[in-house]
């Protein structure tokens, strides 16, 4: 059974930082593109960041040069570097992978469990 496991989360105040980590367990062939989600009290699931298996990576204007996504490719591990962070950061943050089995091959999508991120004085 895939299962994508998330950690990392927690409360800060403004302008301090989390990392966040997602690992990918289970009967796993490859992993494509991986990326972070998050969705606030009342609003709808955002992408945050994304990147590519060869390491290209996309962002959410809102954080741009305060976030940066990274991948280890040996791990199936994802991470979240959060910099900079500001109440409106105050989310559930998903984990989102297309992954293989070795069963068959065919890329699905996997969605973590969430972590929570507060960011308050």
């Known amino acids: 059974q895939v299962q994508l496991v998330e950690s990392g989360g927690g409360l800060v105040q403004p302008g301090g930082s989390l990392r966040l980590s997602c690992a990918a367990s289970?009967?796993?062939?490859?992993?494509?593109?991986m990326g972070w989600y998050r969705q606030a009290p009342e609003k709808q699931r955002e992408l945050v960041a994304d990147?590519?298996?060869?390491?290209?990576?996309n962002y959410a204007d809102s954080v741009k040069g305060r976030f940066t996504i990274s991948r280890d490719n040996a791990k199936n591990t994802v991470y979240l570097q959060m910099n900079s962070l500001k109440p409106e950061d105050t989310a559930v943050y998903y984990c989102?992978?297309?992954?293989?089995?070795?069963?068959?091959?065919?890329?699905?999508?996997?969605w973590g469990q969430g972590t929570q991120v507060t960011v308050s004085a």
């Open positions: 989102n992978a297309d992954l293989s089995q070795f069963v068959d091959g065919i890329p699905m999508n996997f």
């Open positions: 289970g009967s796993i062939h490859s992993a494509y593109a």
């Open positions: 990147i590519s298996r060869g390491g290209r990576t």
